[in-house]
């Protein structure tokens, strides 16, 4: 991550059985386990509540 100042994790549950989905739910799930890149943000924004976003900013 030395190229970026910021990084943001924009997560929320994703519903597999959604038709403009299902192409992409393996993948991410591949990318999610491999690069892990919420433990590497800056910010991460939990949009599992879409009225009220959780955010949380990481502290060094």
């Known amino acids: 991550q030395p190229f970026w100042d910021l990084t943001i994790f924009l997560g929320g549950s994703p519903d597999?059985?959604?038709r403009e989905n299902r192409r992409y739910v393996e993948g991410q799930q591949i990318y999610l386990a491999e690069c892990d890149p919420k433990a590497?943000?800056?910010?991460?924004i939990d949009n599992n509540n879409l009225i009220a976003p959780?955010?949380?900013l990481r502290r060094d």
């Open 16 to 18: 597999p059985s959604a």
């Open 40 to 44: 590497v943000a800056d910010l991460i």
């Open 54 to 56: 959780y955010l949380s």
